[in-house]
């Protein structure tokens, strides 16, 4: 009868646990990964989709307000906004509190002005 040599790790349905841990380990590893991208596609989806339905709410003058926001790291005092969009006081007043009625933005007090602070859910990343 022929003599067998020393058993090796992986004949015979026999593991190391060192083998079994690293296998686990990667798999898991693997998972959490998935889970992690479909976590950020989804969030990316989801703020795109919030984008285009405020951009079909919204009308051109009010996106002119929110790309001024946007240029200036998303916050401008109002009077700032009337010199930058060259709109009328007035005007800009009335689509602040109808952004603002929306949850575009925000309106804080600032002096003899308002600061005006676009939300982060909004703003361009």
Known sequence: MPERGPRQAGFRGESSPLILSITFFGALVSILAG????NMLRAKETHEIKREALDSMIMDDEKV???ELENSN????QSELVRKTSLSKVKVHRI???LESLGVLTKYPYGVTNKIKLEKRFYRE
Not at 35 to 38: D, E, K, P
Not at 74 to 77: A, N, R, W
Request: charged share 20%; hydrophobic share 55%; proline share 0%.
């Open 65 to 67: 307000v929110i790309m």
């Open 35 to 38: 889970i992690s991208m479909i």
């Open 74 to 77: 998303g916050e401008l005092t």
């Open 96 to 98: 602040i509190k109808r």
